[in-house]
């Protein structure tokens, strides 16, 4: 969708984790009651929509990324009705309703997946998955693909030499996109959920819907490559294949169908951004997650380069921007930014793990909210990151949850790290999440969320949360997200040096930020009013302390 048109293109978007929201009937996880408990920390961050991770039936072995059915709400989150009374909440407040859609791979309990299971080769039911007679006679799988979550990409059905396919984990069987009966069946979910009245869909695994005809041997990435190209998740025969951007054509119709302007989020693991922005060209979807922009981490030189590259990628489609810098796969920014080496975000951080500098990446988070929200576009903001939270680093094997640990058989440790429950109050059981008090949590609160829970937060002068709310005001009474970028010459990532400037027709902004642990004197700096400081002593006689930022409003 071309830029400026939809309410999307400078939005702040809020990823809710229901698992770990609010937990409203006690039970140790959270729910959807929960989330409309705690409607008000929406509004009072100001965010413009929020984005809910799935709540849908599932077993939950990969954290409810494994649908059973995709018409309903799982028990466990509560009801329709309960979904249909937070839309209406959040429609009332004027913010908007994004959901996670998850068309890659069914659960293995899914009926689809159940009936294909019984059916013989040939029959229809069985064409809805991927299933391939095994090379060796059956005894070894079609091919040597792997899957993201470790071992291979293919289980073999019990007594036969059929196996199926499966990118992540074995109880996640991957949809044959080929099928028109397949396009036909999500187009229906698109609409159930259209028709209770969100505002969009965040499109999982979005690069993976295809596989290269034939299902050709995976040859891995060259020693030299980098970045995302060198992750099992890129540059491969299941993923970013041309035939994926068909189906997003046919979505786009079906949104198109509906009143207001409703969007498509691709999340795709795909490098060069020039292939990313593809997802987004005028008649596909309306943004990509920037996961380049996630990667570049705090290094200067990095992020100069991601930036670069996102604006010229956007312009050649005419598409907006997005900025993130956590999700629930990523170990929280907050916590790698105080590595020096930051570890690949399934990789995990545990208690034999060297320890993060955590007073540094808190400070450097501050820091770089000031970057991912002075940046015009649109950004994501993953629960937990207005409090500056940190990675739970001290998780026992026997506390994980991630499948990726067993796969991995430990040597990846996981997501579960970036998920605990979220820390409302410093006195409450369970810091507030509303778990009974003789009810466990479904993962353990790191004891230094304590001190970082949301009401300490909102009675502390200088808080990360009060720095959030600032600067999300501020981003939108000036039209940051909408402004025309441009470096500024104070710009200097060999010095460490981020310099930017978003211009709109009734000012700008110029955003100065210091990613190195030494102070840097701003020579040249020009003259305005200091908007925001990522922290009270950022800035002081043209000196930008370290680790540091600060918007001006330029005279
Ligand atoms: C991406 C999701 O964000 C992640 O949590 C999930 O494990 C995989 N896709 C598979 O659905
Ligand atoms: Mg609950």
Redesign the pocket.
Same mark, same amino acid.
């Given at each position: 969708m071309a830029e400026g048109q939809s309410w999307a293109a400078d939005a702040v978007i809020y990823q809710v984790y229901p698992r770990s929201f609010a937990d409203g009937d006690g039970d140790g996880i959270g729910d959807l009651p929960g989330i409309l408990e705690r409607f008000d920390h929406f509004t009072d961050l100001g965010v413009d929509a929020i984005w809910l991770?799935p709540f849908y039936p599932s077993p939950g072995n #990969?954290?409810g990324?494994?649908i059973s059915d995709y018409r309903d709400v799982d028990p466990v989150f509560g009801t329709l009705a309960d979904f249909d009374a937070l839309i209406a909440r959040a429609h009332a407040a004027g913010v908007r309703v994004i959901v996670?859609l !998850?068309p =890659? +791979?069914t659960s293995a309990a899914h009926p689809w997946f159940q009936e294909a299971l019984r059916a013989e080769a040939g029959d229809p039911a069985r064409d809805m998955y991927i299933f391939r007679t095994g090379r060796d006679g059956g005894e070894a799988p079609p091919n040597n693909w792997t899957s !993201? @979550?470790g071992g291979p990409a293919w289980t073999r059905v019990d007594g036969s030499d059929d196996w199926y396919l499966h990118? @992540?984990?074995p109880t996640?069987p991957d949809l044959n996109w080929d099928n028109p009966a397949v396009r036909e069946a999500f187009e229906g979910v698109l609409r159930f959920w259209l028709d209770r009245g969100v505002d969009g869909f965040r499109v999982? !695994?979005a690069h993976g819907l295809i596989k290269a005809e034939g299902l050709p041997d995976h040859l891995p990435a060259g020693d030299g490559d980098a970045g995302l190209a060198a992750s099992p998740t890129a540059a491969s025969p299941f993923f970013d294949q041309d035939g994926v951007h068909d189906v997003y054509r046919a979505w786009r119709r079906v949104l198109d169908d509906y009143p207001g302007e409703r969007i498509l989020v691709a999340?795709a693991w795909v490098e060069p951004l020039s292939r990313l922005f593809r997802y987004v060209r005028d008649d596909e979807m309306d943004q990509a997650f920037n996961f380049t922009f996630l990667m570049a981490g705090v290094d200067p030189g990095n992020l100069h380069r991601a930036v670069d590259e996102t604006f010229a990628a956007a312009a050649e489609v005419g598409a907006s921007p997005t900025w993130v810098m956590s =999700? +629930?796969?990523t170990v929280r920014h907050a916590s790698r930014f105080g590595l020096p080496t930051p570890p690949p975000h399934q990789r995990g951080i545990g208690p034999a793990d060297p320890q993060p500098d955590q007073p540094r990446g808190r400070r450097l988070a501050a820091a770089m909210a000031l970057v991912e929200l002075g940046l015009p576009g649109s950004a994501y903001v993953y629960q937990g990151d207005e409090l500056g939270l940190p990675e739970h680093t001290q998780l026992a094997a026997d506390e994980r949850r #991630?499948? !990726?640990f067993a796969r991995s058989r430990g040597t990846e440790l996981g997501?579960d790290g970036a998920r605990t429950p979220y820390p409302w109050s410093d006195t409450e059981a369970h810091l507030g999440f509303g778990t009974r008090p003789d009810a466990q949590t479904w993962l353990p609160q790191p004891e230094s969320h304590r001190g970082l829970a949301r009401d300490v937060q909102r009675a502390a002068a200088g808080s990360q949360l009060g720095l959030y709310t600032e600067l999300i005001a501020l981003r939108r009474a000036r039209g940051i997200g909408r402004g025309t970028f441009a470096w500024h010459a104070l710009d200097d990532p060999g010095a460490g040096l981020l310099a930017f400037t978003s211009a709109t027709a009734t000012g700008t902004v110029l955003v100065i930020a210091n990613l190195t642990a030494a102070p840097r004197t701003l020579t040249g700096l020009p003259a305005g009013e200091i908007l925001a400081a990522s922290h009270p002593d950022a800035m002081s006689d043209g000196v930008l302390s370290a680790d540091s930022a600060v918007w001006i409003a330029l005279e």
């Open positions: 991770s #990969d954290a990324y494994d996670d !998850v =890659n +791979h !993201v @979550f990118l @992540f984990d996640q999982d !695994v999340e =999700n +629930h796969d #991630d499948p !990726v997501r």
